[in-house]
């Protein structure tokens, strides 16, 4: 196994125009086997979708009461999720044999990254006791900011 301290950074890619979401999983899944065959590096993308929800693996049908826009079942974790324009997505692609695997920690590691960077711009994100994503205390009301979505094969990661 290679050592984390010989894992380089990842690329960066930023859509600067929303992308159809099947485009995306196209491109997000031929990256993440060249990554685990050995023939690309790791990614992380942040773009924009034209508005959809995506459905995890723990999406309900009737938990979603207005489809006015199009449904897309994914094979990530998680519920319904809208995505649309001004909303930033970040796919990221992690080889998780050269860094560590556990799902459970690339999970907590993510959601850290994502505190972090709230927190650069003065906001305060925090984890929630029994809930999922990263969340701000606004008053007396609280505000998801991020929701996690990830899935994981041949230890590569991809969604986010």
Not at 41 to 54: A, F, N, Q, R, S
Not at 139 to 159: C, M, N, P, Q, S
Request: no cysteine.
């Amino acid at each position: 196994m290679v050592s984390e301290s010989l894992t380089l950074p990842p690329d960066w890619k930023i859509s600067d125009s929303p992308v159809p979401y099947p485009e995306a999983v196209d491109l997000m899944g031929a990256r993440a086997a060249a990554i685990a065959d050995g023939k690309a590096g790791e990614l992380v993308w942040l773009l924009e979708h034209p508005p959809i929800y995506t459905a995890g693996t723990s999406a309900k049908d009737a938990d979603l009461l207005d489809a006015r826009f199009p449904v897309y079942r994914t094979g990530r974790g998680g519920q319904f999720t809208y995505h649309g324009p001004g909303q930033r997505v970040g796919y990221v692609m992690l080889d998780l044999k050269t860094r560590k695997p556990d799902v459970r920690a690339y999970v907590q590691d993510l959601e850290q990254w994502l505190i972090e960077a709230l927190a650069l711009f003065n906001v305060k994100g925090e984890r929630r006791e029994g809930r999922v994503g990263i969340w701000v205390q606004r008053g007396l009301r609280e505000d998801k900011v991020a929701a996690l979505g990830v899935r994981i094969k041949r230890w590569v990661t991809f969604f986010g």
